[in-house]
């Protein structure tokens, strides 16, 4: 079956630290990888994605690489400000797999706090 | 503004009476999923649509009911309430393609607190 994997919660950096989110997943087929952030109070919204093997995404200075040789999607970001404070999810969603077309398979969520 | 709105935000329930939490989206997007966020589980898919008339099951449809009558709606039943259906609702819509939502973004509503007692 599908599944994600993150590191467990709660982490706690000082700003300008490096951060790194582990994400590990199992599919059955061929995967597109999301990182997904939510902050206090609100809905999730999409932070970066990646659709094929060994494709980076990356945005506001995140970034993350699909490998598929070892069923990763670390989430790395060079240097964290109190703002990234947020929770974040990997996620994981299929494609040509008849039934599973339309599910989305999420991590339990890593709670990041950076302090100034 | 491009969004998906839910309704209430808030509820506070008691056992056995019957509630329905709305959905909609002003994208045009074919599909729409509900997903419950709970403490140290992360996010569960409860029902998805992908498209008018067209629902199927996520990892924990049990308690709940969903419709799909019209492609901007997607609303969230719940014929008997208990307290483990205490939770954080989301909705969420994408467009699709010839491979279903596999590359697409989720678009989130705010959540909606749900309280059973």
């Known amino acids: 079956g599908n599944s994600v994997t993150q590191m467990e919660g709660p982490v706690t950096l000082s700003e300008e630290a490096f951060l790194t989110i582990n994400c590990t997943y199992t599919a059955t087929g061929y995967p597109s990888l999301f990182w997904y952030v939510q902050y206090p109070g609100e809905g999730l919204q999409l932070l970066l994605k990646?659709?094929?093997?060994?494709d980076k995404g990356s945005n506001k200075g995140f970034e993350a690489t699909y490998r598929k040789e070892t069923t990763s999607f670390h989430l790395e970001k060079g240097s964290v400000q109190v703002s990234d404070s947020a929770v974040y999810f990997c996620a994981l969603s299929e494609r040509n797999r008849g039934s599973t077309l339309g599910r989305l398979y999420f991590g339990r969520g890593t709670q990041l706090t950076v302090w100034p | 503004e491009a969004q998906v709105t839910q309704n209430p935000r808030y509820l506070i329930t008691v056992t056995g009476k019957k509630l329905t939490v709305t959905c909609s989206q002003n994208?045009?997007?074919?599909?729409m999923s509900w997903y419950r966020q709970d403490p140290g589980l992360g996010l569960r898919q409860i029902y998805y649509s992908m498209n008018v008339e067209v629902t199927d099951k996520g990892d924990v449809p049990e308690g709940y009911k969903v419709s799909r009558k019209e492609k901007r709606n997607f609303p969230l039943i719940l014929e008997s309430p208990s307290p483990n259906q205490t939770s954080l609702y989301f909705c969420?819509?994408?467009?699709?393609?010839?491979?279903?939502?596999?590359?697409?973004?989720?678009?989130f509503g705010p959540g909606t607190r749900l309280l059973v007692l």
């Open positions: 994208m045009n997007h074919e599909y």
């Open positions: 969420a819509s994408s467009p699709t393609s010839g491979q279903g939502i596999g590359e697409e973004t989720q678009y």
């Open positions: 990646a659709t094929k093997a060994d």
